[in-house]
C-alpha cells in the first residue's frame, strides 16, 4: 500500500473492557490481601496548580475506594520546595503502611522530578519510574520490576491485534514517563524497535516500514496523515488539551480510513493505564507482604 491507500475502516482499539477485567482482578487480590490484616494503601504526591492533575488524583481516589484499596492524597501544593517534596517522598517511602506511591507529573516548574522520583523506594515505585526499575526492565529483569503502567497498557491494547515479537515497531517520543520504558518493554517482546524524537529526519520514510506506531510526546495533534502510512496500527498514549477537549498525540480525524486502527483519546489507552496503576500497587502489596524487608 502507498501512503494514499485509503481502507475500509479504521477500527478502534478501546481500553475499557481490557480496563474493566483488570480491575475487577484487583479487587479480588486486594480482598485477599485485606482478610489478612494487610490492606492495600496507596500515597499520590501531587505539587503543581494543574487542575488535570488533581482531578485525575480524585478520581483514582473514587476507584480505589471501590477496590477496597486505601489511597492518601498529599497535595503539597505549586509552591512547594524540592526540600519538602524530597522529604515526602522519604517519608512515605519509609512509611511500612504505604505500599506504593505515585508522583503526579507534571510538578511545578520550578522544582526536579527527577530528584524526587530516585528517592521513591523501588518496592513502592507503582509506575516504574525510578532509575531502578527503569534499569531492571533495559537488562531484561521486567519479571522484577514494577513497570510504567502507560508502557504496559500500550502494549496490551496492541497485542489485541495480535503478539508484538518479531514485528517491526516505532516508538516516537523517548521520555522518561512512556517512551524510554515502552522502547525496552518492547524490546523483552523481540519485536524491532525504532525510536523517534524531535530530531529525528524525515519521520514519515521512518515509520514506513513499522506496522506499529506507538506515539508519546504529550503534544496534541501532531501525528498525522503525512506521517502515516495505509493499514498502521497506532497507539496514542497521549494526554492532552485543546480548546477544551481531551485529545492525543494523534490527529485521530485526519488518519480516519487510513490507519488499519488506532485507540481513541479518551477510552484508549488512558482507562487501562488506570487500572493498571492498581495492579501495579497489588503486586507491591504483595512482595512486602511475602518479604517484610522491602517495606
Known amino acids: 500500500m502507498s501512503t494514499t491507500d485509503t481502507i475500509t475502516e479504521t477500527q478502534k482499539i478501546r481500553g475499557d473492557a481490557l480496563a474493566k477485567d483488570v480491575r475487577q482482578a484487583v479487587a479480588a487480590r486486594a480482598a485477599v490481601l485485606t482478610a489478612t490484616g494487610f490492606k492495600p494503601k496507596m500515597a499520590v504526591i501531587l505539587a503543581s496548580d494543574d487542575p488535570a492533575s488533581l482531578s485525575y488524583s480524585q478520581s483514582k481516589q473514587r476507584t480505589a475506594a471501590q477496590l477496597g484499596i486505601e489511597l492518601d492524597i498529599h497535595d503539597l501544593g505549586s509552591d512547594?520546595?524540592?526540600?519538602?517534596?524530597?522529604?515526602?517522598?522519604?517519608?512515605?517511602?519509609r512509611d511500612v503502611t504505604v505500599h506504593g506511591i505515585l508522583l503526579e507529573l507534571p510538578l511545578a516548574p520550578h522544582l526536579h522530578g527527577d530528584r524526587a522520583?530516585?528517592?521513591?523506594?523501588?518496592?513502592?515505585?507503582?509506575?516504574?519510574?525510578?532509575?531502578?526499575?527503569?534499569?531492571?526492565?533495559?537488562?531484561?529483569r521486567e519479571d522484577e520490576?514494577?513497570?510504567?503502567?502507560?508502557?504496559?497498557?500500550?502494549?496490551?491494547?496492541?497485542?489485541?491485534?495480535?503478539?508484538?515479537?518479531?514485528?517491526q515497531v516505532a516508538v516516537i517520543g523517548r521520555g522518561r514517563t512512556v517512551g524510554r520504558p515502552l522502547a525496552s518493554m518492547l524490546v523483552n517482546r523481540h519485536a524491532t524497535v525504532t525510536v523517534c524524537h524531535s530530531r529525528?529526519?524525515?519521520?514519515?520514510?521512518?515509520?514506513?516500514?513499522?506496522?506499529?506506531?506507538?506515539?508519546?510526546?504529550?503534544?496534541?495533534?501532531?501525528?498525522?496523515?503525512?506521517q502515516v502510512r495505509?493499514?498502521?496500527?497506532?497507539?496514542?498514549?497521549?494526554?492532552?488539551?485543546?480548546?477544551?477537549?481531551?485529545?492525543?498525540?494523534l490527529d485521530a480525524a485526519a488518519v480516519e480510513g487510513l490507519a488499519a486502527a488506532l485507540t481513541p483519546v479518551p477510552g484508549g489507552v488512558g482507562p487501562l493505564t488506570s487500572a493498571l496503576i492498581f495492579q501495579n500497587l497489588i503486586r507491591a502489596a504483595e512482595r512486602q507482604q511475602t518479604d517484610p524487608t522491602t517495606r
Do not use: W
Not at 80 to 93: G, P, V
Not at 200 to 226: N, P
Not at 230 to 249: F, H, R, S, T, W
Open 80 to 93: 512547594t520546595t524540592q526540600e519538602r517534596l524530597e522529604e515526602t517522598c522519604r517519608a512515605l517511602s
Open 117 to 140: 522520583l530516585d528517592l521513591i523506594a523501588p518496592a513502592k515505585d507503582i509506575d516504574g519510574m525510578t532509575a531502578y526499575s527503569m534499569g531492571l526492565i533495559t537488562t531484561g
Open 145 to 167: 520490576a514494577l513497570t510504567s503502567a502507560t508502557a504496559q497498557a500500550c502494549i496490551m491494547l496492541a497485542e489485541t491485534r495480535g503478539s508484538v515479537a518479531g514485528k
Open 200 to 226: 529525528t529526519r524525515d519521520l514519515a520514510a521512518v515509520l514506513a516500514d513499522c506496522e506499529l506506531v506507538f506515539v508519546a510526546i504529550g503534544r496534541a495533534h501532531q501525528i498525522g496523515r503525512a
Open 230 to 249: 495505509a493499514g498502521q496500527i497506532l497507539i496514542d498514549a497521549g494526554i492532552n488539551y485543546l480548546n477544551g477537549k481531551l485529545v492525543g498525540d
